[in-house]
């Protein structure tokens, strides 16, 4: 089993930032692609960010592109978000998430997901 707990989140201003961690604990963390999801009252999780086993590779939804970066520090169990330039529309519980399977970057993106954290709070006021 895997625990995984976020903290980071909070209240900003648009075009401010924010970074998001998310420690895990049990199993062997750095084989383990790692991700982000949002959700909103009302809609269904959607994928945000995600990064391979390895830090190697990184996959991001359109709408984050340029403004979020992914990245993971093994060593500490940890992975990151860093968001910058946010917008109201980003405002969402974010979710921290894993896939079991090492090679599962790509099935993680797609909503795969073995683990889930308990959510943080993002608000972006205009």
């Known amino acids: 089993q895997v625990q995984l707990s976020e903290s980071g989140g909070g209240a900003v201003q648009a075009g401010g930032s924010l970074r998001l961690s998310c420690s895990a604990s049990?199993?062997?963390?750095?084989?383990?692609?790692m991700g982000w999801f949002r959700q909103t009252p009302g809609k269904e999780r959607e994928f945000v960010a995600a990064?391979?086993?390895?830090?190697?590779?990184?996959y991001y939804a359109d709408s984050v592109k340029g403004r979020f970066t992914i990245s993971r520090a093994n060593a500490q169990n940890t992975v990151y978000m860093q968001m910058n330039s946010l917008k109201p529309e980003d405002t969402a519980v974010y979710y921290c998430?894993?896939?079991?399977?090492?090679?599962?970057?790509?099935?993680?993106?797609?909503?795969?997901?073995?683990?889930w954290g308990q959510g943080t709070q993002v608000t972006v006021s205009s």
């Open positions: 990064i391979s086993w390895s830090g190697g590779r990184t």
């Open positions: 049990g199993r062997t963390f750095s084989d383990y692609p």
């Open positions: 998430a894993a896939n079991a399977d090492a090679s599962a970057s790509r099935t993680l993106v797609q909503g795969g997901v073995d683990y």
